[in-house]
C-alpha cells in the first residue's frame, strides 16, 4: 500500500501550562505523517519556505516518510501558527496565523503520489482538497478533515469535496455547525448520507466516535497525567486511524475502522506527552501496542442483566 | 436491600429548544429515586411545601418509592428552579433558585430510613449530607453528589463528607474544581486516596468514567437524536448506578461498578428524552435492557494486532 497525504507543515509557537515553544515543527501533515508512518509508506505533499531547516527535514523523514512532494518555495517562508492554552487545556486562543506559502499553494502532485492506494486529504482550502482527489483517482480509501473557517466562508465546496470521499473526520462542533444538527447521531446519519461511507466525530479529550451503514463505536480518550501540548492531537489521531486503514490494504470495513479507532486514539495520546513532534520519533511498536491493549481493557463492558422491578 | 436517598424534591420551569414547562416536578432526589425503583425499594428523604399537588404525590410514588419520610413543611412552599437551555443544549442560565422550604432543612430520617443498605447523599449543603450518613451507620454502600457552590464555600465540610462515603460521583470539571488538578485519572486518584474506593466522573453527553482500585471504565453516552431536556440526567444516572449496586446487594465490586455504570447511562438517556420526570413512569424493563444491550454493541472493541513499522 502506499499513503499520501497533503495539507500543512508549519513551524508553531506553542504556550501551555507546562511550558512553552518559540518554534517548533508542526503542521496537520507533518502530525498525520509521523503517525501513520507506523503503518505503511507515507508521502508527504505540501509547501515549506527557505526557512524550513535541517533538523525539520530530518524529523519529517521519520520512518521512512517520502518528502519528494514537498515544494520548497524560493523565497518563501513557512506557515507559522502561535496559540495560547489555558490552565486546564480546555482552551485555546489563537495569536497569529501566517499563511506564508499556503497563501498561494497549488497543489502538484507527482505520478508517485497520485498513485497512492489511501489519500488524506488535511484541512486546507476545500477546492484544493477536491482537486487533489481528483488526481488521485486509483486511492482505494480516501478520508479527509476540515475546519469552521471552511464551513463558515466555503459551504459549497466542503460539501462537494465532502461528497467525494470515503471518511469524513471533523470534530463534532463542526459537525454540528455543518449541519445544523445538535445531535452527532442525526448529524453523522445525514453526513454518511452525503456520500462517505464513514464518518468519525472527534471530541478532544473525550474520545471520539465512529458511524457507518453498521453502526457506531465510541471510544475515549486514552486517560493521561500528563497532557503538555494537545496541538496536532486531532491529525496525530487522523495518522493512526488512516495507516491503520492503509495497514488493512485500504479496506475500510467497519471492524477495520473499529481497530483503526484504536491505533489512532492510542498515537494521538502519546502525541499530546510533548510539545509539537517531539515525541513521535522516540516511540516504539510496543508502546503503541500497550494503550491500544489498555484502551480495550477500560471500555470493555459485558452486560450482565438486572432483576428489574416493575 | 433498602435503599434511601436524601436530597431536594423540586419544582422546575424549563425553556429549551423543544419547548418550555412552567412548573414540573423536579429535584435530585426525584429523579434518582425514579431511576433507582427500577433496582430496589427506595425511600425518599427531603422536604416539600403546601403547595406540593397530588400530582408530584402520584408520581414520587411510582414503582412503589416510599415518600413517608418525605417532610411536608406546613405554610411553607417547594423548592423551585428556573433555567434555560441554549440551542444545542450545551449551556444552561440558572434563571431562578428558590431554596424555600430547603432553607431552613435539617434531615430527619425514621427508623426504616436509618436502616437501609445502601445510601444516596444527593446534592445538598455537605454538612447536612455528612449528619445523613452518620445516622445511616449500617449502609454497605454510600455514594455522594455535590456541586460547585460547596467547593467554593464549604470545602472543608465537603472533603469530610467524601472521606465517609464509598463513593463520589461528581461531574468531570468539579472533580477538577476540587483537586486542582487538569487530569481528571490523576485527580480522581487522589480523591480514591481520601476514602472513597469509587469515584465516577461525570461528563454530560459525553458519557461518564468510573476509577476504583481495579482500573478504570470509560462509556460514552447513550446516542440519541432527539434530547429533549437535560435537566436531572446526573441524578437519573445516579438513581441506575447505585440502584443497580443495590440490586447486587451492595457488593461494589468492580465489575459491579462497570455494568451499574450502563444501567445509569441508560437511564439517563431515557430521562433527557422528555421533560422532568415525564418519560420515566411509563419506561419498562425491557426498553433499559435494549439500551444497555446497544450499549455493549457500541463500545465493544477486540484489539487486532496490526504489523507496525520499525
Known amino acids: 500500500m502506499s499513503l499520501t497525504v497533503v495539507g500543512s507543515i508549519a513551524y508553531d509557537a506553542v504556550e501551555a501550562p507546562a511550558g512553552r515553544r518559540e518554534r517548533m515543527l508542526g503542521g496537520a501533515a507533518t502530525h498525520f505523517s509521523l503517525a501513520a508512518s507506523f503503518f505503511d509508506e507515507v508521502r508527504v505533499v505540501g509547501p515549506v519556505g527557505d526557512d524550513f531547516d535541517e533538523a525539520s527535514w530530518d524529523t519529517l523523514c521519520t520512518r521512512g516518510v517520502i518528502t519528494d512532494d514537498v515544494e520548497r518555495v524560493a523565497g518563501g517562508k513557512t506557515f507559522f501558527w502561535s496559540g495560547v492554552y489555558s490552565e486546564n487545556l480546555n482552551e485555546r486562543e489563537t495569536l497569529e496565523t501566517d499563511l506564508n506559502v499556503f497563501e498561494h499553494f497549488e ?9 497512492c492506494d489511501v489519500l488524506f486529504l488535511a484541512n486546507i482550502q476545500p477546492d484544493l482538497q477536491f482537486q487533489v482527489r481528483e488526481m488521485c483517482g486509483e486511492a482505494r480509501f480516501v478520508a479527509m478533515d476540515s475546519m469552521d473557517l471552511w464551513i463558515n466562508i466555503a459551504r459549497e465546496s466542503l460539501e462537494k469535496t465532502i461528497r467525494s470521499v470515503d471518511c469524513l473526520i471533523l470534530n463534532d462542533e463542526e459537525i454540528g455547525m455543518l449541519t445544523g444538527r445538535a445531535s452527532t447521531l442525526e448529524a453523522a446519519e445525514e453526513l454518511l448520507d452525503w456520500g462517505p461511507s464513514s464518518v468519525v466525530a472527534k471530541q478532544g479529550k473525550y474520545g471520539a466516535q465512529l458511524y457507518t451503514a453498521e453502526g457506531q463505536f465510541s471510544l475515549p480518550a486514552f486517560p493521561l497525567k500528563d497532557v503538555v501540548d494537545p496541538t496536532g492531537a486531532g491529525d496525530t489521531f487522523a495518522g493512526g486511524f488512516v495507516g491503520c486503514v492503509a495497514a488493512a490494504g485500504g479496506e475500510a470495513t467497519h471492524d477495520v475502522l473499529v481497530n483503526a479507532m484504536a491505533y489512532g486514539t492510542a498515537l494521538a495520546s502519546f502525541n499530546v506527552q510533548a510539545f509539537g513532534t517531539e515525541r513521535m520519533p522516540q516511540l516504539t511498536q510496543p508502546e503503541i501496542e500497550e494503550r491500544v491493549e489498555t484502551l480495550e481493557r ?13
Open 298 to 310: 477500560i471500555t470493555r463492558f459485558e452486560h450482565h442483566p438486572v432483576a428489574l422491578r416493575a
Open 107 to 115: 497543489p502538484k502532485l507527482s505520478d508517485a503520489a497520485r498513485a
